[in-house]
Every structure is written in structure tokens, then in C-alpha cells.
């Protein structure tokens, strides 16, 4: 099973540093609040989402 979350709900739930992480986002990176990361159940799991 997969799971998307966006930037700006990453944000919300306080794990977008991780988020940047696991993605390989750089702060100088683009990014807009409604782009979407598609998260195995493994990373979910990590994230503690799931």
C-alpha cells in the first residue's frame, strides 16, 4: 500500500524535514504546498503515519 502526502501537510504534521530526507529535497529546491510524495508503507511506518 502506498501513501500520498503533500508539502504542506508534511508541514503541518511537523515531518517535512524528513520528508526532505527520505525525497532528496534541498531547501534551494522549488516547492510548491500542494506537491504530492507518493510514500512506501515502510516509509509511512518511519514517519509514524501509518
Known amino acids: 500500500m502506498k501513501m500520498i502526502i503533500t508539502q504542506a501537510e508534511a508541514v503541518e504534521k511537523g515531518i517535512w524535514p524528513e520528508v526532505m530526507k527520505m525525497f532528496g529535497v534541498d531547501n534551494e529546491d522549488e516547492i510548491w504546498p500542494s506537491e ?3 510514500l ?5 511506518q518511519k514517519l509514524h503515519l501509518k
Open 36 to 38: 504530492e510524495y507518493i
Open 40 to 44: 512506501t508503507e515502510e516509509q509511512a
